[in-house]
C-alpha cells in the first residue's frame, strides 16, 4: 500500500527552527504542513516524537516556519537528513541566522518568508504530533520566490505551469 506521503502531494517544503531551555537552536526539514487560519493566522505541521525538534518543542513552544526556495533544496536535503542531537545543522547546510522579533528560535535570513509562531496545542495523532502555531510576526524579505514541494523520499517537485478553472 502507498504510504500518505506519496498520497497527498506535492506538499511545500518547509524548514522550522526550534530551540532548547538554553537557548540553543536547530533546523530541521518539513512537508507536513498546512495553513489553519486566515485571521488570525494559524499554521500546523506534523513532527515524529522522534525528531530532535520535538524534544525542543517540549522545552520551548516557539518555532519560525521558513518557506523553501529551489536555491535552498541541497540545504533542506541537509537539514532533512541530519539531526540538530549530532550535528549543528545551520553551518553544515550554510543558513544564515539572525535573531527573531517575538520568539525565542532564530529565522534564517536565507529563506524569503519567516513566520514565528508560538505553539497553541500540540495532540498526538499516530506516529507524530500535530503542532498548531499561531503566527506573532511575519517577515516577508522577498516576496518572489519559487518554492519546492516534496513527493516522497528524494522526489521533489518544482512548482509548474499556472492552471485555472475553464468557469
Ligand atoms: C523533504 C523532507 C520532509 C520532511 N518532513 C517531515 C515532517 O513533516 N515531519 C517530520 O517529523 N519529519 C520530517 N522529515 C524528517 C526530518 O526533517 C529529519 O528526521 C530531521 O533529521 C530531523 O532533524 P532534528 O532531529 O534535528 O529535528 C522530513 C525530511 C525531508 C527531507
Known amino acids: 500500500m502507498r504510504s500518505i506521503s506519496e498520497i497527498l502531494f506535492p506538499r511545500p517544503v518547509v524548514l522550522i527552527t526550534t530551540c532548547d531551555a538554553s537557548g540553543k537552536p536547530d533546523v ?5 504542513v498546512m495553513p489553519v ?3 488570525p493566522m494559524y499554521v500546523a505541521f506534523a513532527v515524529s516524537p522522534k525528531r530532535h525538534s520535538f524534544k525542543n ?4 513552544s516557539e518555532f519560525v ?13 541537509v537539514c532533512g537528513t541530519r539531526s540538530g542531537r549530532d550535528v549543528d545543522k545551520f553551518s553544515l ?8 522579533s517575538k520568539v ?9 518568508v519567516q513566520l514565528e509562531c508560538v505553539v497553541e496545542a500540540m495532540p498526538e495523532y499516530g506516529d ?6 499561531r503566527v506573532v510576526e511575519v517577515h ?19 512548482v509548474g505551469e499556472k492552471a485555472s478553472p475553464s468557469s
Open 65 to 77: 516556519l521558513h518557506v523553501v526556495p529551489e536555491e535552498l533544496l541541497d540545504a533542506s536535503w
Open 57 to 60: 518543542l517540549q522545552e520551548v
Open 140 to 158: 516577508v524579505e522577498k516576496p518572489e520566490y519559487r518554492p519546492i514541494l516534496h513527493h516522497t523520499g528524494t522526489t521533489f517537485y518544482k
Open 28 to 32: 530541521a526539514t518539513f512537508s507536513f
Open 104 to 112: 525565542r528560535p532564530p529565522r534564517i535570513v536565507d529563506c524569503p
Open 93 to 100: 547546510a550554510g543558513l544564515r541566522t539572525q535573531p527573531s
Open 128 to 133: 507524530h504530533y500535530l503542532v498548531i502555531g
Open 37 to 39: 487560519s486566515f485571521s
